[in-house]
């Protein structure tokens, strides 16, 4: 099982993105998605959540700004990010939560590097 991100970029403050999450290989069923970041000299945190419900957690940082969403049958998870502030510059990368013939496991995607600045 393999994730491959995409979108992000250099945006202003102020602006707008998009990544996007695709998955690839063998799963049963998803039980969740995310995005996390990860800033120079920080650690990786979690920003937003969708669970297979659709039921959705998000960072204090990045509510109101950020919203996730989820294509299970595509296997797909997107950001969408307004509001764009310097603080969320990161490499973000998007996680998988699956099952597989019984097991849980979870894989990461390569990570997209997202730089806000004027």
């Known amino acids: 099982v393999q994730l491959q991100a995409s979108g992000g970029g250099l945006v202003q403050p102020g602006g707008s993105l998009r990544l996007s999450c695709a998955v690839s290989?063998?799963?049963?069923?998803?039980?969740?998605m995310a995005w996390y970041r990860q800033a120079p000299g920080k650690q990786r945190e979690l920003v937003a959540l969708?669970?297979?419900?659709?039921?959705?957690n998000y960072a204090d940082s990045v509510k109101g700004r950020f919203t996730i969403s989820g294509d299970n049958a595509q296997k797909k998870v997107y950001l969408q990010m307004n509001s764009l502030k310097p603080e969320d510059t990161a490499v973000y990368y998007c996680?998988?939560?699956?099952?597989?013939?019984?097991?849980?496991?979870?894989?990461w995607g390569q990570g997209t590097l997202v730089t806000v600045s004027s």
């Open positions: 969708i669970y297979s419900s659709g039921t959705t």
């Open positions: 290989g063998s799963i049963d069923s998803i039980n969740n």
């Open positions: 996680s998988l939560n699956y099952r597989y013939s019984g097991i849980n496991s979870q894989r």
